[in-house]
């Protein structure tokens, strides 16, 4: 069984915070990541999320989620001081999202570089902003609204069609 303590705390304070859960016995660095909140009215920018377990008590896990608010173009305090495994977490969280990670260290002296995508590759893919080329160029394969079926399908009455998220309007790109 595994218990979760979730806390938000001030991006300030994100290192100081993974600190004492580590000083409580949080020693396994499970995963890092973050999540686009730029259209967020009150406090826009992303959530930087770690997990972190406690692995101490036989069949009950300890877990803790600490999330901070990065706004965009600043940079937040890495942990790879804390757990040298958070440094591909960093990276990917850093390559997708284009958050900073101060003092990243994984041993190399090489920095955030890029570590999924290919060389030369310009954007960050899981932000919301982010046009997909790849839905601009051609059409969506996804579900069908209805009616649009093979011929000799039932014609379903016509809904408002919406394009999925991603979708770049159909006056944009190359003609």
């Known amino acids: 069984m595994t218990t979760t303590e979730r806390a ?13 859960a580590r000083a409580a016995g949080h020693t396994f660095f499970d995963w890092l990541s973050a999540v686009d909140r730029t259209h967020d009215e009150t406090a826009p920018g992303f959530d930087v999320v770690v997990h972190l377990l406690d692995v101490t008590h036989r069949g009950n896990l300890r877990a803790t989620l600490l999330t901070t608010r990065v706004a965009d173009g600043e940079a937040l305090a890495s942990i790879t001081d804390l757990y040298p495994g958070a440094a591909w977490h960093e990276r990917e969280t850093h390559e997708m999202f284009g958050i900073g990670f101060d003092g990243f260290d994984d041993g190399t002296g090489l920095g955030l570089r890029p570590l999924l995508l290919p060389e030369g590759f310009i954007g960050t893919p899981l932000r919301k902003s982010f046009v997909l080329a790849a839905r601009a160029s051609k059409v969506w394969p996804g579900g069908k609204e209805p009616g649009e079926g093979p011929e000799g399908s039932s014609k379903a009455p016509s809904r408002r069609k919406v394009a999925p998220p991603g979708v770049p309007d159909p006056q944009w790109g190359p003609r």
């Open 8 to 20: 938000r705390v001030d991006a300030r304070d994100w290192h100081a915070s993974v600190t004492e």
